[in-house]
């Protein structure tokens, strides 16, 4: 028989194990309850406070409307206001480019009467219950009302003219062909070689693009105008034109011809891309002097074609400088489709059913593409894949509202620059201080000069 000392012993060591199971077990419990509770509350906090995607995540109220920027309302300078412009405004905003935040290069469709917002008033002829204008909304077109150009001859010009003056337009009252480049300053100022730039008008006719090539040191100003179905090379300062590409007033689809060319980007080597375009369907590819290396694109159907290489309305072309991969907009079916520098395909992506209708997108240094699209009014930022990663933008006539951007353009220091056709004129939006930079337009790609 054990001595009780022994048997206490062993009780107490059972009893000791037993305890230290028993709180193996209630450390268990506890450990478990306190991560459910810990999900619980990392659950409730992301569903009080979820992740923002605001321009300026510590903003207190707000909406983001202009995104990461705040509109420079006073950019530019009233037109009106400009000696030689009196009782006269924008036209339709054709294109923009910002050589720097001290030269911004702004195309329009000549200009406008500088009429202010009329009284609204109920056009009973119309029908009942009938006011124009109504509130809020956008009431002149200016697209609609600026002319096609009185430069040149033949088919397109005389179509152009003759519809524009059966709608009741007369030039000098209605519209003004003059001053179609004008360039400004960081403060809205015309700067004086705008001048030099007026013995051009007389020849455009619905002048589409300008830009510089970010390869060129010498900076020469390149300018499409696709009524007269030709490409334009200019010296830097506007007073002598260096080389015409295409063949002036006529139509086609060779080494000597283009068919309504809308837009134009370069390769780091100077080549470039152009596309062609409203009535064309195909891209053209020129070697640095211009002179004609290939093409390629077949006409296509609208709305719904997912055929690659087919294009309806050719409206945007932009290179990405590391693969020289060329995104081309094929407007007509809202898609971006991806092509090698040659011209075979690689990929294809949708912008989106109606009402999206892209006009414009441009690639950036940091390596994603912007659409301007003028259906809903939006900027729009992919990457190179495709993938939609964010939008910002709203309708109006008011500072910083848009209708129908038609260019887009950034400078070094990220300023970023609107044209518009409907609305007329440009616009110029400032980064917020503070904002997220995932949510700003990338500074331009510059490589031959700053």
């Not at 690639?363 to 259906?375: H, K, P, V």
Request: aromatic share 12%.
């Amino acid at each position: 028989m054990k001595p009780a000392t022994h048997i206490i012993t062993n009780c107490q060591s059972r009893v000791e194990k037993y305890m230290q199971k028993r709180t193996l077990m209630l450390v268990a419990v506890l450990a478990g309850v306190a991560a459910v509770v810990l999900v619980s509350n990392q659950w409730m906090s992301a569903q009080q406070r979820p992740a923002t995607i605001a321009a300026i995540p510590t903003e207190k109220g707000g909406q983001d409307i202009f995104g990461g920027y705040d509109v420079d309302a006073a950019w530019p300078k009233d037109l009106a206001t400009i000696p030689g412009h009196e009782g006269w405004t924008f036209g339709a905003g054709q294109s923009v480019f910002a050589e720097s935040p001290d030269r911004v290069y702004v195309l329009q469709r000549g200009e406008l009467p500088n009429v202010p917002r009329p009284m609204q008033k109920k056009l009973s002829d119309l029908g009942p219950s009938t006011f124009f204008p109504i509130g809020r909304l956008p009431w002149r077109d200016a697209t609609a009302t600026s002319p096609p150009g009185n430069g040149g001859t033949g088919q397109l010009a005389e179509q152009g003219m003759e519809a524009w003056a059966r709608a009741g337009n007369k030039m000098g009252v209605d519209a003004r062909w003059e001053h179609n480049v004008m360039v400004f300053d960081r403060n809205g100022n015309l700067l004086p070689e705008t001048a030099n730039w007026m013995q051009w008008d007389a020849a455009m006719q619905r002048p589409h693009f300008v830009a510089i090539s970010p390869y060129d040191a010498q900076k020469n100003i390149w300018l499409v105008d696709d009524h007269k179905h030709v490409i334009y090379k200019f010296s830097h300062d506007g007073k002598t034109k260096l080389l015409t590409i295409g063949t002036y007033g006529v139509p086609g689809a060779d080494a000597t011809h283009f068919n309504r060319p809308t837009f134009m980007d370069w390769f780091p080597d100077g080549s470039f891309v152009v596309a062609d375009g409203y009535n064309g369907t195909r891209v053209a590819k020129f070697d640095k002097d211009g002179k004609f290396l290939l093409a390629w694109g077949e006409k296509g159907s609208n709305m719904n074609d997912t055929r690659p290489g087919f294009f309806n309305n050719v409206h945007g072309i932009a290179v990405d400088p590391k693969t020289r991969r060329v995104f081309v907009n094929d407007r007509g079916n809202h898609r971006a489709q991806v092509f090698d520098e040659n011209g075979k395909f690689l990929d294809s992506w949708r912008f989106g059913d109606n009402p999206s209708d892209v006009h414009a997108f441009i690639i950036t240094a940091d390596g994603f593409l912007w659409a301007a699209d003028r259906g809903t009014n939006r900027m729009l930022k992919y990457d190179l894949s495709g993938n939609f990663l964010y939008s910002w933008g709203t309708w109006g006539d008011f500072p910083g509202g848009m209708w129908g951007v038609h260019g887009i353009s950034v400078d070094q220091e990220g300023n970023f620059y609107v044209a518009e056709v409907d609305n007329g004129g440009v616009q110029k939006f400032r980064p917020r201080r503070g904002a997220n930079p995932q949510w700003l337009v990338g500074k331009p790609v510059r490589s031959a000069w700053q």
